[in-house]
């Protein structure tokens, strides 16, 4: 956000220039026509990035901005410290404790949406005119069951991405008058149960990682349909059937069988495949590298938990924590010619901090301040709520060897 109206500038500054010396050259007769042209159309130009600017600055609050929910303030509403800051998350905790899970998949089974909101589709879509959207298949969580042994079933089909943007990522917008999809479908006391729920809720992931004495922190873009600008988690996903497709060809002794469209991997597989195969993308490191590195016990996958966001609609999030051993280099791979080990070098500044320290301050909202690793350094943006949901799970944990004694302690910097 910053960015755009720090390019903006550039571009009145330019055309501020661009008159003067217009005005100097061609002021008479045809000349001037032309110079009324130009100047139309960057005036044009610069009032199109102004409006754009204003609906990065709005859309966020106008989808997502509710916070005086009707729901049970004890039942949902969790206190949260982070570094001497307090904050609370409207979250319900279905599991706490990285119970293991067990996957029951209807991959022809798909979401249709509310007539209501069929109905208003368009209307409601409007919401995101300051994102790049696409529409993916996504994976659906339908219901849950707890087993006699512990472990937790998750019914699961399919919805699309666009389904979301018009549920559970747009639940406070008001369209067709002063309508929302939180007050038509979501404002009771309780999130309706998921396998009663109108709401699109795809599984999303969310995982921290750390390495050595550093939390790996990742900064969203402006475009994003969700928290834009704003810090999360190392890894913050939706899981989709291009998840699926991608780990199973991570798989080679994985063969699917006569008729199967998607080999049937263990829950335990199909998780790890997913986090590492967007943990070696992170890193920009290769597929096969990653997984070796978690074979030779490298590389540590804790399960946190899962739960509901109450401020989307009941979307359903599961959370991890990812420990890296730090003897491992993290320096990306170099590829035989220079010009693919160019493109495989890790922008350290544009998109990942490695975070020595961590606290939170109330400024124009909740903003965490990062110090970066080997520096005295410190950057700061607001995070998304997931992430600090992430960080709760985490706290429930026991303590999980390799994670940093601060990111416990959270000493403010």
């Known amino acids: 956000m910053r960015n755009h109206w720090k390019f903006l500038w550039v571009k009145i500054a330019v055309f501020l220039i661009g008159i003067g010396l217009l005005l100097y050259f061609f002021y008479d007769g045809l000349k001037f026509e032309i110079l009324g042209s130009i100047i139309g159309l960057m005036a044009t130009h610069i009032t199109a990035d102004l409006v754009r600017g204003v609906l990065f600055a709005r859309e966020e609050k106008i989808k997502l901005g509710k916070e005086n929910f009707t729901y049970d303030v004890v039942y949902y509403k969790k206190p949260l410290s982070i570094g001497g800051g307090k904050t609370h998350i409207w979250y319900d905790a279905i599991e706490s404790n990285g119970a293991a899970y067990d996957v029951k998949d209807d991959e022809y089974k798909h979401f249709e949406l509310d007539p209501v909101i069929q109905a208003n589709f368009a209307a409601i879509m409007e919401a995101h005119r300051a994102s790049f959207i ?91 349909t969700l928290s834009k600008n704003q810090f999360t988690s190392a890894l913050a996903f939706g899981f989709s059937e291009d998840d699926l497709r991608t780990v199973h060809d991570t798989f080679e002794d994985d063969k699917p069988k006569a008729g199967e469209r998607f080999p049937h991997l263990t829950t335990e597989d199909l998780t790890t495949g997913i986090l590492l195969v967007r943990t070696a993308a992170l890193l920009k490191m290769t597929v096969p590298h990653v997984r070796a590195l978690y074979a030779q016990n490298k590389i540590h996958i804790h399960s946190l938990g899962f739960g509901q966001l109450v401020y989307t609609g009941g979307k359903p999030q599961f959370y991890f924590a990812i420990v890296i051993d730090d003897d491992v280099d993290l320096s990306p791979e170099k590829e035989k010619d220079d010009k693919n080990a160019k493109k495989k070098e890790i922008d350290f500044n544009k ?18 301040k990062l110090k970066k690793h080997g520096t005295n350094k410190t950057v700061k943006a607001e995070a998304e709520k997931s992430f600090f949901i992430n960080y709760w799970h985490l706290l429930e944990m026991p303590k999980i060897d390799g994670v940093p004694d601060w990111v416990y302690e959270c000493k403010a910097l």
Do not use: C, Q, W
């Open 351 to 368: 998109n990942i901090v490695f975070a020595d320290g961590m606290t939170l301050v109330k400024d124009n909202g909740y903003v965490l």
């Open 134 to 224: 696409a529409n993916p298949t996504m994976i659906r969580l339908d219901d849950f069951k707890r087993e006699e042994d512990g472990t937790v079933t998750l019914f699961t089909s399919r919805t699309a991405f666009y389904n979301d943007l018009v549920t559970n990522r747009a639940m406070d917008f008001e369209f067709n008058g002063d309508m929302s999809v939180r007050e038509i479908f979501e404002s009771g006391l309780y999130l309706s149960p998921l396998n009663k729920s109108k709401m699109s809720n795809h599984i999303g992931f969310g995982a921290f990682i750390f390495y050595g004495n550093s939390m790996i922190v990742t900064h969203r873009g402006g475009n994003a």
